[in-house]
């Protein structure tokens, strides 16, 4: 069974392009938000098996998501995706309880492979 993926960013453009890089990597899209509000809500929602989650979003953060998300799941997985420059976004957002962190623009090699080193350290 395919591992199931929650995609978070408020770029529509962003959320496309994890989608295409998951699905020829064959992941199933469990869902997307464009927010940390929409995050908690779909998260609670669908259950996913990994969750990728912009920091920097309109109604609530990547982190306070990520901390309500570990809340309700503490076995969550949740990567970080950030810019150049957020290096302290990113420390904020780990120590929130975040597995690991991509950086924009993403390589779709290094999506995955950071989905499945993530994914092991959790089993």
């Known amino acids: 069974m395919a591992t199931r993926v929650l995609i978070v960013d408020?770029?529509?453009?962003?959320?496309n392009t994890l989608k295409e890089i998951f699905t020829s990597s064959e992941y199933e899209i469990a869902g997307e938000a464009a927010n940390g509000v929409e995050a908690v809500e779909k998260y609670r929602d669908v259950a996913p098996e990994v969750t990728t989650?912009?920091?920097v979003m309109p109604f609530k953060n990547g982190i306070e998501a990520t901390r309500e998300i570990l809340k309700?799941?503490?076995s969550a997985t949740i990567i970080i995706c950030s810019a150049l420059g957020q290096?302290?976004?990113?420390?904020e957002a780990i120590e929130a309880?975040?597995?690991d962190?991509?950086?924009k623009p993403f390589k779709a090699e290094?999506?995955?492979?950071?989905v499945k080193k993530s994914l092991a350290s959790r089993r």
């Open 110 to 114: 290094n999506v995955i492979q950071v």
């Open 53 to 55: 989650m912009d920091i």
């Open 97 to 99: 309880g975040a597995t």
């Open 101 to 103: 962190f991509i950086v």
């Open 87 to 91: 290096e302290s976004l990113v420390m």
């Open 72 to 74: 309700q799941d503490s």
């Open 10 to 15: 408020d770029a529509v453009f962003m959320r």
